[in-house]
T-cell receptor, first 112, second 115 residues
Framework: NAGVTQTPKFQVLKTGQSMTLQCAQD?????MYWYRQDPGMGLRLIYY???????DKGEVPNGYNVSRLNKREFSLRLESAAPSQTSVYFC???????????FGSGTRLTVV | KQEVTQIPAALSVPEGENLVLNCSFT??????LQWFRQDPGKGLTSLLL?????REQTSGRLNASLDKSSGRSTLYIAASQPGDSATYLC??????????????FGKGTLLTVNP
């Protein structure tokens, strides 16, 4: 059982370039999330999708867009990358209510 | 604002010692609380999930307790080993009316177990 799969694992972008981070889960979870992790800041929610067809902003959504492509896949897009978006990005999924989260292994993004 | 705080930020202990990691949260209206482990450069591994109706959960050498009224959880690690060295994260799923999906994380406790 793969769980939550993120691609790519590493990426270096130049300022102003765009890219999409991919996430897929095989646990039939309804809800999916994108977090970023920065030293001293902890994990912060960027966007989430409570169910297929819905997306909502989290704590730090500026500079990002998301697409819930289907129940399995939730992508995160950086339209014009900035050095402040250098971070480790984690995708996660869960069921609604009294269930825990499952995280992917992360994407380490550097914007130069 | 709903916040999660972990103390201490770092802890170094000799192998074999029993230890306690602390987590506090600002709102007692929660769905559940989850403890994660993160190794350097890796993702998050779920250790224990405690529902709001539960007082504790155990898995092997790990025991997590929950006291909603005081807004506290502890993670107890028995007979620590060097392989337990990692960052431990506490995360709370607050009951925020219609928006109960999100996890709010503490900043973690970096644990080092010395041989």
């Amino acid at each position: 059982n793969a769980g939550v799969t993120q691609t790519p694992k590493f990426q270096v972008l130049k300022t102003g370039q765009s890219m999409t981070l991919q996430c897929a889960q095989d646990m039939n979870h309804n809800s999916m999330y994108w977090y970023r992790q920065d030293p001293g800041m902890g994990l912060r929610l960027i966007y989430y999708s409570a169910s297929e067809g819905t997306t909502d902003k989290g704590e730090v959504p500026n500079g990002y867009n998301v697409s819930r492509l289907n129940k399995r896949e939730f992508s995160l897009r950086l339209e014009s990358a900035a050095p402040s978006q250098t971070s480790v990005y984690f995708c996660a999924s869960s069921e609604q209510g009294f269930y825990g989260y499952t995280f992917g292994s992360g994407t380490r993004l550097t914007v130069v | 604002k709903q916040e999660v705080t972990q103390i201490p930020a770092a802890l170094s202990v000799p192998e074999g010692e029993n230890l306690v990691l602390n987590c506090s949260f600002t709102d007692s209206a929660i769905y559940n609380l989850q403890w994660f482990r993160q190794d350097p450069g890796k993702g998050l591994t779920s250790l224990l999930l405690i529902q709001s109706s539960q007082r504790e959960q155990t898995s092997g050498r790990l025991n997590a307790s929950l006291d909603k009224s005081s807004g506290r959880s502890t993670l107890y690690i028995a007979a620590s080993q060097p392989g337990d060295s990692a960052t431990y994260l506490c995360a709370v799923r607050f009951n925020s009316g219609g928006s109960n999906y999100k996890l709010t994380f503490g900043k973690g406790t970096l644990l080092t177990v010395n041989p």
